[in-house]
């Protein structure tokens, strides 16, 4: 039996290599592009910018003298000179990066006025994402540290005066108890407009001191008041916070009494907790 013969045709030949060639070039410039490797940035990515903030100052040094003496005052009543130089210096925080964290605390163990704690805490935070910004992590490291003290909702209009009409009837109902023991013309000039008004005082009181957000210290800021006890003494801790942007500063001041009847007072620890937080802004180097 005769096998067929296959005849070699040149012109088939070429065009079988170029539709080859074509295949083969476009297969290696599709290739080029995504070349990258898997989670490594392209080279038109942009990279976010570096914070502000690039040191930290040393933060024993930050509190004034004067400072000191208001907020912990049985330092400047030392005996010892040699024991209140060393009380006014305070204790550095141990941390493991002293150019992203820093600390300090003081305290005051005066048997008079029970006892006084202060500290400090700056930190410096960087983010090792190149698409967010150092600015974007510290804002989402201050919105966690918000979070955990779990400040309560504000106090609305409706709550608060709610509140204040609650103590009106409860400070009318006082003051008519008190009437009834006095003569009538003494009952009615004392009492005369002084149970609303001390309920209003009271509600905006409430208020304006609850744990809250504070729209005047830093890019955003807190602040915190826990009360506990009582036990041999009441104890108060004021926390105050702030972010300038990639650092964070915490202010924490604690006082607690010497006796369970008196209790530390929220509007003076929050105002020099304040002051002292306010005094810090601004006060990193670039």
Known sequence: MQRKSYAFVPGVAVLLAAVLAGCTSGSDSDGGTDDAKPGEPSATASTAEPGRYRTLPEPCGQPGTETLNEMLPGINRLPDAEQREK?????????????????????????????????????????????????????????????????????????SASASEEASEDASEGASASASDEPSGKASGDASGSPSASASASASSVADLQPRLLDDLGD???????????????????????????????????????????????????????????????????
């Open 87 to 159: 009380a006014y210096e305070g204790v550095a925080t141990v941390t493991y990066d002293t150019d992203r964290r820093v600390g300090c605390r003081w305290k005051d163990d005066s048997a008079r006025g029970g006892t006084h704690r202060l500290s400090l805490d700056f930190e410096r935070v960087v983010s090792y994402d190149t698409s967010v910004s150092d600015d974007d992590r510290a804002a989402a490291v201050f919105a966690s540290k918000a979070e955990a003290a779990d400040l309560p909702d504000p106090l609305s209009s409706e709550a």
């Open 220 to 286: 955003e800021a807190f602040v915190d008041d826990v009360l506990a006890g009582p036990t041999t003494g009441r104890h108060r801790t004021v926390t105050v916070a702030f972010r300038t942007s990639n650092v964070l500063v915490t202010v924490q001041y604690e006082v607690q009494t010497a006796t369970a009847e008196k209790v530390p007072d929220s509007k003076e620890m929050q105002d020099t907790a304040r002051n002292l937080a306010g005094n810090l802004v601004g006060k990193f180097g670039d």
